[in-house]
């Protein structure tokens, strides 16, 4: 299978500073032909040395260098992201098309950790998806201007009556003030009826979507750098218009910046304090020898920080 590799995986602040063979040996693990659609590799060291020309140790140093993104097993290395990255997840990976595909090679997967890990991610390749086939009930005619009139108040009356009950249900008319909070309009702005139409033609919505673009939307302009221009959907009709665009921008960025890294980016451009490089360069370059040394503690990777806070705790 092909795949999808955003050009904003250059914005990966692990990736960023790696070294250009840690690079090189994630682009093998991401289009080698022994990676499957699970994200697993059954990796071959002599055909990663042939392939890329570099020693095998790089494979270890890059699942070192990028702990979150890589797990190595045994006999191979399972790629955590991948999975969300070309298919989604929540909503969108219970329904896709693709989910048959995924468990197939799960159950085929030789190693159990494996199988054990993807469950943890991904628990909704487990869900089941109930459809009802149109044989199951009779056919029935096109309702009548009144019925669907009836049908639709009491759709509305239904929606109003669960938005009093539990104000945090989701519905088309939350997911209206949520998308407007986007831009900046009001919770009762008026949406105009072209807007209203490309609203209704996505429904239903899943959350887990929408959820995506706000943290897009919300974080994006954080991972900047002077000059570079934001490609974001400025208006809330194109944003509709293009949903499915936006959409794939909004996975890749939230499997490249999780609100943690994010969070490591805002603290590292406000200056934040951390240990002082005289006492963590050290433990770094012992620990992990071919990692390269960034300027702050902050640029480290998170389990990389939590791992040398843990090392200088005095023990009990």
């Not at 293009?242 to 959409?247: C, I, K, Q, T, V």
Request: hydrophobic letters at 35%; proline letters at 7%.
């Amino acid at each position: 299978m092909q795949t999808k590799v955003s050009s904003a995986i250059w914005s990966d602040p692990d990736l960023e500073d790696a070294p250009p063979e840690i690079k090189l040996t994630v682009f093998w693990l991401l289009t080698n032909e022994r990676r499957n659609c699970l994200g697993w590799v059954e990796v071959s060291k002599r055909r990663f040395e042939y392939e890329t020309g570099l020693p095998s140790a790089n494979l270890e140093g890059a699942c070192k260098v990028l702990a979150r993104g890589l797990v190595k097993f045994e006999r191979g290395i399972w790629i955590r992201n991948f999975i969300r990255f070309q298919y989604g997840v929540g909503h969108s990976l219970a329904r896709s098309n693709m989910k048959i595909t995924l468990l197939k090679h799960l159950s085929e997967c030789p190693e159990t950790d494996v199988v054990q890990a993807v469950k943890q991610t991904y628990p909704e390749l487990f869900e089941s998806v109930i459809s009802k086939s149109p044989l199951q009930a009779p056919s029935k005619g096109l309702p009548s201007p009144k019925e669907k009139e009836k049908e639709n108040t009491k759709e509305k009356d239904k929606e109003q009556d669960l938005r009093e009950t539990n104000p945090a249900a989701w519905s088309i008319q939350i997911a209206k003030e949520r998308i407007g909070a986007i831009f900046q309009r009001p919770a009762n702005a008026r949406w105009s009826n072209a807007e209203e139409h490309a609203l209704s033609a996505l429904w239903p919505m899943p959350e887990e979507e929408l959820a995506l673009v706000e943290h897009l939307h919300a974080n994006f302009a954080e991972t900047l750098t002077a000059g570079q221009n934001n490609p974001l959907k400025q208006k809330l009709p194109t944003l509709l218009a293009d949903w499915a665009s936006e959409l794939d921008l909004a996975r890749n960025f939230s499997a490249i910046h999780p609100t943690r890294d994010l969070q490591k980016i805002a603290k590292k451009k406000s200056g934040g304090a951390g240990p002082s490089k005289a006492q963590w360069e050290p433990w770094l370059t012992e620990t992990y020898p071919k990692a390269l040394v960034p300027e702050q503690f902050s640029d480290l990777p998170t389990d990389i920080q939590r791992e040398f806070n843990q090392s200088i705790q005095p023990s009990k």
